[in-house]
Structure formats: C-alpha cells, structure tokens
C-alpha cells in the first residue's frame, strides 16, 4: 500500500477496516469455512454501501471514483481485504463493474446498476494472460446465430458463480482468431454450477458449463470478436487488485510473525534475539517493503492505461507470487507447530497469497509474458 | 555558469530541466557502445588507459559544471543547481546510454561530499563542495582497515594531537581507485581508553601527503584498482577535523547512511534501467540473443526473471526515499535498499552465467556479450560486500528497523584497548 494516503483515502480505508473488524473477525472467518457461499448477502450489499463494487464504473450508472486515481482508490481496499483476508469476490466484480461500465450497452444498465448496489453479485471468467490480448486457458467458444449468440463450453474456476446472477465470460469466437465477451444469467438455460475445492476459506470457486447457452446478441459487451483489448485491460485490473490483496496479506502474516518472535522463548531468550532469524526478518522486511512498491507502481501504470502497464502489472504479478509465499511460508517456519494448526490465523494469510499466487497466471507464466514485453521494447528501441 | 530556463516562481522545473539537459547531452557525450562497461570490474584497460579515462571523467564533470548540470541535488552556496531529487531522476533517465563521470559518483559525491555537506565548516565546505564539482578533486572514503570492516568503530589508525596538528599511523585498505584520486576523507582513533564508539574522530588528507603510501592490490580477475593505504606520521592540521574530536561516530553513523543510499542517493548519477552497461535485463537479453538461446523457454523465464528484479528495485528504491523523507520510515531503512541492491545483482549475475551456458566456461573475443560473463561470476560477490556487507544490512534491518534485540557485543561499555583483536587482519 502506497505510504501517503491522502486524507480522503484514509476515510475509506478506515471505513472498510472498521466494517471487517467488526463483521468479519478471525472467529467468524474460521466459522465461515462450512459456509457454502462463503458470506452472508448482507455482508456483501453492506460493503457496497461502502464502495466496494462502485469505484470503477462510471457516474450514471451510479458509480465513481473518490479521487482521481479509482483503481488506486479501489487498491486500497483489495489491500485491506488481504490484511483481514476478507471474505467476497472484490476483483471480480470490480472488474465485471469495470468491463459493463466502460464497455457494456443499454441491455446491460440493470445489470450494472444490481452489481452496484451490491443487491446482486456478478463475477467473471477472464482466462490467463499469455501475450497481451491473447489470454490463455480459455476454454468456452461462442458463436453467432441468427440474432443469438451461442456459448459452449467450460470456465474455471469462476469465483462466486453459485450465488452470482451474471457471470461475464469471455469465449473464443467459433472458426475465428477473436474473443467476445458475453454477460450471462446464470439462470440461462444451459448453464451448469458445479462447486470446486479451494485453499482459501471464505472464498468460493465454481466450474461453471456452457450447454448450447442461447442469448440475444445484446447480451455481448464491447464488439463481438474484437474483445482482445478490453480482456487485457481487465486482466490488467485483476492483476492490480489481487497483487493489492496478496500484499495485504503479506503484511499481516509478516507482523503476526514479527510480534511473534518477541513473545516466544527458547533456550532463555526471544526467537528475535537469534540471528539466523533476524536475518531472515530481514529478508522478509525487505521483499515486503518490494512488493508494496512495485503493487502500488503497477495499479498505478494501469489506473492511467501508461504503456508501460502490462509489463509492470506482470512483473508485480511475478514477483508478489513468489515472494508473497516465500514469506507466508516462513512465517510458519518461524512459529513452529502452531503455525500448521487451524487454531492459529497466521493460515490465513498464507492461503490468500497461494491462491492469488496461482489465479490469474503462475509466476512463471508472468515472467514469460515480461520477456516478450521486454523483447518487443527494445526491438523498438 | 550558463543561464538556464527557470519557471515563474525562479525554480526549474522538472520538465524544463530534463529538456536543457537533454540537449546538452545529446550534443556533448559520446553514446556507450552495446556492451560498453558492463559487467563486474573487468581488467579491460591498461594503467595509461585507466588514466585516461578518470581524466575523461573529470573533464566531463567540469562542462557538467560550466553547463549548469552537476550538482543538481546541492546548495547553491557551494555550487550546486539546489535542484529536487525528481530532477536529479530526470536527468538519470536523460544520461542513460551514453558516457558520464562514473568514478565520482560513489564514494565522491556519497558518501564523501554529503557527509562533508553535513559536518563540515563553513571554510571546508566552501574549500572542497566546489572543487568536488567541478571534477577537480577525486574522494575516497578511507574506513576498511586490514583488522576490521565490518565492525568499522574497531578502527585502529591512530591520531595524536600535536599543536595545531594531528599526526595520523594505520592502514586502510579495499579503497577502489585510490592510486589516481585526490582526497580521503577517514575514520581514526583518538582516544584508547574509552569504549570503540567514544574515541573516534574524522580528518580529511590529501592522499598524496607526506607519509601516505598507496600500494595496489590485485583482485582475483586481475584488476589491480584495490588499494591500501599505509600512512606513517601523517601530518593533518586541526583544521581538517570534521565534526568534534571523539565524536566521529556521530559523523560515521550519517556516513554510514550516505554509504547505504549510494546510489539511491540524491547527490549520485546513476543511469537508469535500460543501460547497457550494467548487470541489467538489456545486458541479459544481449546474451541470449548472442548465444541463440532467446527461443529456449528455460532461457526466456530466466531473462523475465531478472527483468521483474530490475523493475522491482526501481520501484523500491524511490518508495523508500520517500518514506525517509517524510519520516515514515526511519534513516536506517537504507539498510532495506542496499539489501536488496545486492541480493539483486548477484542473482542477475548468476542469470547471466546460466544464460550463456557453455561460453560461461570458455569464450571468444567474439562472443559478444556472452564473452567474460564467467569471469564477471567469480566476482559476484563484490556487490553484497563493497559498501558495507548484506550481513551487516540485514543486522541493521533487523535490529535498527524492526527492533529487535541487538547481538551480543564483547566490547560494549569497555575500554577499546581491552577489546579482544583477532589475528588475523585480512589479506
Ligand atoms: C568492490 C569493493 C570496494 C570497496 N571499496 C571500499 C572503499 O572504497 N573504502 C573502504 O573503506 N572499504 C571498501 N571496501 C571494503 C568493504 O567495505 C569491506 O570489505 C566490508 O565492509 C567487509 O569488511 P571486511 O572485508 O573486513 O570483512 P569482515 O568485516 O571481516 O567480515 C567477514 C564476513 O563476516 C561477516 N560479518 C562480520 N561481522 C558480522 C556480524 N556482526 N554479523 C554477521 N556477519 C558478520 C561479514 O558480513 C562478512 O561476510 C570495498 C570492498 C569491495 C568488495
């Protein structure tokens, strides 16, 4: 998180950690793991009350930004929700918000508007970045006929699609090189929610089957076939909101860990006096106060659309993913055997950032992706 | 000094400045060569050559200076443009690719002339700021001794008061490029009876006084830029003191902090991601594509992966100036910047080593950027001991940033000559 908030953010931020601290303790989140949804419905119309879900649509469908800088805003509380590790879909349907607002049409006002409010969830199936434009692991294709579209085909995992009343899926156009991208009821005829096993406890994964899926032509948000830019822009969101959150739960974990090693004694003297771990502490420290800093240049790159977005948000992306586990993974090194029990929190924190590592593209395939960046860069150059 | 645009309330701006810059730039320096001065310290010049070029830097520094470009970052009063470290960023951004003072950067500028910036006399500063801008005096920071760098307050060079003067015995050592600089600015011991922090004091001495003698040291690749310094009844006048006598760990706990910043430092030039001249993601990219490797995907995760650290320190190291600035991190989360420093660069320099596999081992004149890449390998480690150890950051990390309870000492509170020495003193 960034390290000067301005007064209006700090309103925000404080508003929403009040709202998790109260709603959403660590009691009530070891609780919620026998919860289907993984969330109560108040809890989530509550929090758009808050502006979770409005920072980036636009005014006249009852959203915007507090400052100048929405995605930046909107950060601040992915950063929160990692810190808490809160339950809730924040980057998807931020994102669904995001790509309805910006690239939807009439037809899909109501939907906004119901996402908003927070009185209706949406969530979306966005793929996997390979080269920008040309996400990978897409696996549903969609074709048109007559005035309809047609979808077929399976999205995984798709965050809190059981409860959702859309999902945005984004398909591969049947015989051609394009995406679409299609605002799907999931009460369509056709569409099947299967539940999947996840790492975290609150949120909720579902695979989510296109059967001949029939909708008017409306139902597609942006141009049919021509939906490469506006996926790499939302990935781009997604990958600035989860980096956001991993780093939130980075740094929970990591003071958990620090407070930890004052208080535990061994062989007469705190954890904290040994140098092996203080060095490791520092290392820690150090991969920490990294992370906040490339997540905070990455959301900002990509709340501006600056060229340099896509290479940044990987190289967040990337380095988040590896160092975020990295660290979560030593903070249960460093408390022993109380930091593989369900009792403790530290799990928590751990989970959000194995999931958030393995969502969206591994660290490998980031890195992949910042290499062609960089070649195509200095071919340029 | 030339005139320069300014803005309606006197002060440059960013944007101004960055164009002035840019002009004279483009108009007065000779663009680097691919793979020109990359890589770890290579033995790629003779001693004339060597000369040579610290003499290019030094001239290179003046028309900086009569250009109205050094010294961006210092008081007007001595010299200096009294510029932003946002315009000392632009012109980083401005000077990458092409040729710049390299040797007076580190230590010159930081830390030497910052600690004189802070401790000095109104007479020192006006005698020394000036000359070190136009070029024309060359430091060297004059702290490693044979017994000790790491535990740097265990100096054993010795100054005795005599009269007006102070008469300097000891040894430095590890100075890189002492033979051809101008000034040393150094840590000494005057007062054995009282604990190691209580009795040191700073002196400022030409290296070619009378009783230095600079002998040159060969590191393993060759390189013979290591020196050490014997000094034998060196005569220093009072008035070469910086800061108070016995008090010189207050003036070496902000040398130490300057020292960390390096190049991260306001005072320092330091071209920007994408040089060729560097242990950077362009130098890894140029060996791949060399060795033909670029298509092998174990090569190209290797390539993203020091591209990723090299973005990431660059976002690193301006969030943590800032936080020093406005006081929401402490000085000593330098320590954090100069950890990561080193942990990065000698990861990219084992990338590079992999990434030219075979011609890591055994290599041509013309292998291109694949050439010497084993021999910068031997040499890795510099980056995480010169300027102070990683071992030392992260003991200053953990202990001076997030509290915890310092090491155990068996010099605290005890007269220094009774503080056990080991043995052997490097070498
Ligand atoms: C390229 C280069 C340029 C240099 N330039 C200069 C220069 O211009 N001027 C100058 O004065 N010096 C210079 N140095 C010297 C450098 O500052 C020292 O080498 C460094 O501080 C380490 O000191 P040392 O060599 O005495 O090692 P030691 O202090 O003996 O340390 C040996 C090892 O023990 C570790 N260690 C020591 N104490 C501790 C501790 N308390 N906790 C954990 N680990 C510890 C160290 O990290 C290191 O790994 C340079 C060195 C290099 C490599």
């Known amino acids: 998180m960034l390290l000067e908030l301005t007064p209006d953010q700090e309103v925000f931020r404080e508003a929403t950690a009040r709202f998790l601290a109260d709603r959403v303790p660590p009691e009530v989140i070891r609780r919620l793991r026998a919860d289907p949804a993984g969330f109560s419905p108040d809890y989530w119309s509550a929090g758009a009350e808050l502006g979770w879900t409005s920072l980036l649509a636009r005014e006249e469908h009852g959203g915007g930004p ?102 945005l899926v984004t398909a591969r156009v049947a015989g051609a090189a394009g995406l679409a991208q ?155 055997g109380i930091g593989v029990t369900f009792e403790h929190d530290l799990h928590f924190y751990l989970r959000r950032v194995t999931l958030n590592r393995a969502l969206h593209g591994t660290p490998a395939s980031h890195r992949a992706r910042v290499t062609g960046i960089f070649e195509n860069l200095k071919e340029q150059a | 000094m030339s005139t320069s645009a300014v803005g309606a309330d006197g ?61 961006i970052c210092f008081p007007p009063e001595y010299g200096g443009r009294g510029l932003t470290p946002a315009h000392q960023r632009a012109f980083n951004e401005e000077i990458t690719g092409y040729e710049y003072p390299q040797r007076l950067q580190v230590p010159t500028f930081a830390p030497c002339a910052a600690v004189l910036l802070e401790f000095g006399t109104e007479e020192q500063k006006r005698a020394h700021i000036p000359a070190i801008l136009k070029g024309e005096e060359i430091w060297m920071q004059f702290l490693s001794e044979p017994s000790s760098g790491s535990d740097v307050a265990a100096a054993l060079t010795t100054a005795v008061r005599d009269g007006d003067d102070w008469i300097l015995n000891g040894s430095k050592i590890w100075t890189t490029g002492a033979w051809w600089s101008d000034w040393g600015l150094c840590l000494a011991r005057t007062n054995w009876d009282v604990p190691k922090h209580r009795g040191l004091t700073v002196f400022i001495l030409p290296i070619a006084a009378a009783g230095v003698d600079v002998q040159r040291i060969e590191m393993l690749n060759g390189v ?24 010189g760990w207050t003036v070496g706990t902000r040398w130490m902090f300057h020292e960390r910043m390096s190049s991260g430092s306001p005072y320092v030039t330091s071209p920007g991601t994408s040089a060729h001249h560097r242990i950077g993601p362009d130098w890894l990219l140029d060996i791949a594509r060399g060795t033909g490797r670029l298509d092998d995907p174990l090569v190209r995760d290797l390539v993203g992966e020091g591209r990723v650290l090299d973005l990431v320190g660059a976002a690193l190291h301006p969030r943590l100036a800032l936080g020093m600035t406005t006081g929401r991190l402490s000085d000593q989360a330098a320590a954090i910047g100069r950890l990561y420093s080193g942990v990065c660069a000698t990861r990219l320099t084992t990338i590079a080593f992999d990434i030219a596999g075979g011609a890591g081992a055994a290599w041509a004149d013309d292998d291109g950027a694949a050439s010497d890449v084993g021999a910068d390998f031997l040499m890795r480690q510099t980056a995480t001991i010169g300027g102070g150890t990683t071992e030392m950051a992260r003991n200053v990390v953990s202990e001076r940033v997030l509290g915890m309870p310092r090491e155990a000492a068996l010099d605290r509170g005890r007269p220094f000559r009774e503080v056990p020495r080991g043995g052997r003193s490097g070498g």
């Open chain 1, 66 to 167: 507090i400052g100048d800088a929405a995605l930046v805003d909107l950060s601040i509380l992915a950063h929160e929700f990692g810190a808490r590790a809160a339950p809730g879909p924040l980057a998807s349907a931020n994102v669904v918000a995001h790509a309805l607002s910006t690239w939807g049409g009439e037809a899909h006002t109501a939907a906004v508007e119901a996402v908003l409010s927070g009185e209706s969830l949406a969530t979306c199936a966005l793929g996997e970045p390979a080269t920008p434009g040309e996400p990978a692991g897409i696996r549903v294709q969609v074709r048109a006929d007559g005035g309809d579209v047609v979808l077929d085909g399976t999205a995984r995992p798709v965050e809190s699609a059981a409860g959702a009343g859309h999902i």
């Open chain 1, 182 to 336: 299609v605002l799907v009821p999931t009460a369509a005829p056709g569409v099947t929610v299967t539940p999947m096993r996840t790492v975290d406890l609150t949120r909720r994964f579902f695979a989510v089957g296109f059967d001949g899926v029939r909708l008017p032509a409306d139902a597609v948000v942006g141009e049919f076939g021509e939906a490469g830019e506006q996926v790499e822009r939302q990935l781009q969101v997604a990958l600035a909101l989860s980096c956001a959150e991993s780093v939130g739960a980075m740094q929970t974990a990591f003071d958990l860990t620090v407070k930890w090693a004052f208080e535990r004694y061994s062989f007469g003297r705190p954890l904290a006096s040994y140098q092996e771990l203080k060095h490791r502490f520092a290392d820690m420290k150090t991969w920490l106060e990294a992370s906040h800093a490339i997540s905070d240049k990455a959301t900002a790159a990509v709340d501006a659309g600056a060229p340099e977005a896509a290479e940044l948000a990987s190289a967040a992306k990337a380095y988040i993913g590896d160092y975020g586990t990295e660290l979560a993974q030593d903070c249960v090194q460093i408390h022993g």
């Open chain 2, 11 to 71: 002060v440059e701006s960013v944007e101004e400045f960055r164009a002035r810059a840019r002009a004279w730039i483009r108009a007065n320096l000779r663009p680097l060569e691919a793979h020109e001065e990359v890589g770890i310290m290579r033995p790629t010049r003779t001693d004339e050559e060597e000369l040579a070029a610290v003499a290019r830097d030094r001239e290179i520094q003046k028309a900086l200076f009569d250009a109205g470009l050094a010294g």
């Open chain 2, 224 to 247: 013979k830029e290591f020196c050490q310094e014997f000094m034998t009844d060196v005569r220093v006048p009072d008035s070469d003191r910086i800061g108070e006598v016995d008090d």
